[in-house]
């Protein structure tokens, strides 16, 4: 059983920047795509970001490629979230999942608890 445990959210002014952590209990990270989702109130659960085992391939959602950034963390098993320029549509709980088809990371099998960010304006 895979867990993933997210940490890094929290509330930022517009124009701010946070940096999402999450961390796979898994004994070969390297075997696992991994990715973001938010899920807005009111809205779908959306795709924000993957990235593939290897981490040689990355993917973005339209709508925060350029100013988002995957990769994979330092710290063991663990993939990172940059994002700088936050605006208020950002605002949602944000999910880890891994397992998934990339570049979208379709069918993910394992989700983290999630975590909340929020942009004031």
């Known amino acids: 059983q895979v867990q993933l445990v997210e940490s890094g959210g929290g509330l930022v002014q517009a124009g701010g920047s946070l940096r999402l952590s999450c961390a796979a209990s898994v004994r070969t990270f390297t075997n696992y795509n991994m990715g973001w989702f938010r899920q807005a109130p009111g809205k779908e659960r959306e795709f924000v970001a993957a990235?593939?085992?290897?981490?040689?391939?990355?993917s973005y959602a339209d709508s925060v490629k350029g100013r988002f950034t995957i990769s994979r963390g330092s710290a063991k098993n663990t993939v990172i979230l940059q994002m700088p320029s936050l605006q208020p549509g950002d605002t949602a709980v944000y999910y880890c999942?891994?397992?998934?088809?990339?570049?979208?990371?379709?069918?993910?099998?394992?989700w983290g608890q999630g975590t909340q960010v929020t942009v004031s304006s």
């Open positions: 999942a891994s397992a998934g088809l990339m570049p979208t990371m379709t069918s993910p099998s394992y």
């Open positions: 990235i593939s085992g290897s981490g040689t391939s990355t």
